[in-house]
């Protein structure tokens, strides 16, 4: 007899499967195209993001910057330095607008054009570890309660087209287990805890403290090998810091991390004040630097 919990679990497998999250984001694409859209940015009609606002996006974006000073949460090596984390970008203006939109709005049309941002930061994140060679990439996982309620999770979304459109590092692996699918069977899974919104540092540390874990059946992909850590927007590095605990127990060794955006804006930005980052802020205002003069790709 199947119970409560089987059809439970096999509905949301279905839900959360390839085909019925494209059906599901294709409709909501082309409903847009019937209803008129603007700009996440500046409220421009006709486009999700306009051809300006699009232009500053790729401005603040085309260097990648080195980000793990602003977090104070991340953790310290033997050396006492903290994990290298390298953001896409400040979370400010376009960049932030356009986040939000994606990650709380629906607009999935933003995809490719966040997708080219973090691929440039996931490069940068890889050359500054020595190189991708034998690493594997892991995301923070969405909690179940996040894709439920947008019905997709952002980072895979985005990680997925990246993989398709080969964007990312020769030698990188994008491991399947990150993929959606039922909440049990993800490569890093989130144990029951209150949410980070409106949290300062320490609060933050307590709150996920103990968070994640790896299943074992994973362990054989990770044990040994170097990771990479991908989040969406990097505040106080809690989050990041957990992510990378849970795959030291499981005998990964964290190289560093990549997210789209970091919240204190890096030395050499001085755009106006955006809204809070996704998580709350609570980061002092430190100075991070350009990492390389590559431009981003696409």
Same mark, same amino acid.
């Given at each position: 007899?199947?119970?409560?919990?089987?059809?439970?679990?096999?509905?949301?497998?279905?839900?959360?499967?390839?085909?019925?999250?494209?059906?599901?984001?294709?409709?909501?694409?082309?409903?847009?195209?019937?209803?008129?859209?603007?700009?996440?940015?500046?409220?421009?009609?006709?486009?999700?993001?306009?051809?300006?606002?699009?232009?500053?996006?790729?401005?603040?974006?085309?260097?990648?910057?080195?980000?793990?000073?602003?977090?104070?949460?991340?953790?310290?090596?033997?050396?006492?330095?903290?994990?290298?984390?390298?953001?896409?970008?400040?979370?400010?203006?376009?960049?932030?607008?356009?986040?939000?939109?994606?990650?709380?709005?629906?607009?999935?049309? @933003?995809?490719?054009?966040?997708? $080219?941002? &973090?691929?440039? *930061? /996931?490069? !940068? %994140? +890889?050359?500054?570890?020595? =190189?991708?060679?034998?690493?594997?990439?892991?995301?923070?996982?969405?909690?179940?309660?996040?894709?439920?309620?947008?019905?997709?999770?952002?980072?895979?979304?985005?990680?997925?087209?990246?993989?398709?459109?080969?964007?990312?590092?020769?030698?990188?692996?994008?491991?399947?287990?990150?993929?959606?699918?039922?909440?049990?069977?993800?490569?890093?899974?989130?144990?029951?805890?209150?949410?980070?919104?409106?949290?300062?540092?320490?609060?933050?540390?307590?709150?996920?403290?103990?968070?994640?874990?790896?299943?074992?059946?994973?362990?054989?992909?990770?044990?040994?090998?170097?990771?990479?850590?991908?989040?969406?927007?990097?505040?106080?590095?809690?989050?990041?810091?957990?992510?990378?605990?849970? @795959?030291?127990?499981?005998?990964? $060794?964290? &190289?560093?991390? *990549? /997210?789209? !955006? %970091? +919240?204190?804006?890096?030395? =050499?930005?001085?755009?106006?004040?955006?809204?809070?980052?996704?998580?709350?802020?609570?980061?002092?205002?430190?100075?991070?630097?350009?990492?390389?003069?590559?431009?981003?790709?696409?």
């Amino acid at each position: 007899m199947i119970t409560t919990t089987e059809v439970g679990s096999r509905l949301d497998r279905l839900y959360f499967s390839r085909t019925v999250q494209a059906l599901r984001i294709w409709s909501g694409q082309f409903g847009r195209l019937l209803l008129p859209t603007d700009c996440v940015a500046c409220g421009a009609p006709d486009q999700v993001l306009c051809a300006g606002c699009r232009r500053r996006l790729r401005r603040a974006t085309v260097r990648p910057v080195a980000a793990e000073e602003t977090a104070e949460s991340l953790p310290l090596d033997e050396a006492g330095l903290p994990l290298p984390v390298t953001a896409g970008g400040p979370y400010r203006r376009e960049l932030s607008q356009a986040i939000l939109a994606f990650k709380n709005h629906g607009r999935t049309e @933003l995809a490719q054009v966040l997708a $080219v941002v &973090l691929a440039a *930061a /996931v490069d !940068a %994140a +890889a050359e500054r570890a020595g =190189g991708p060679v034998a690493a594997v990439l892991v995301q923070v996982p969405a909690r179940g309660t996040s894709r439920r309620r947008r019905g997709y999770d952002p980072l895979q979304l985005l990680l997925a087209r990246m993989e398709r459109q080969d964007l990312l590092p020769a030698g990188l692996q994008l491991l399947p287990a990150v993929r959606p699918v039922a909440t049990g069977k993800r490569l890093i899974r989130w144990r029951t805890s209150a949410g980070q919104k409106s949290l300062g540092r320490t609060a933050r540390q307590r709150n996920v403290a103990g968070s994640m874990a790896v299943p074992p059946r994973y362990i054989p992909l990770i044990a040994g090998r170097g990771c990479l850590l991908v989040d969406d927007v990097l505040t106080t590095g809690a989050t990041m810091a957990e992510l990378a605990r849970a @795959l030291r127990a499981a005998g990964g $060794v964290p &190289l560093g991390g *990549a /997210v789209l !955006a %970091a +919240a204190s804006a890096p030395a =050499g930005h001085a755009d106006a004040p955006s809204p809070p980052a996704p998580g709350g802020s609570g980061d002092r205002e430190e100075s991070a630097g350009n990492v390389g003069d590559k431009s981003s790709k696409g």
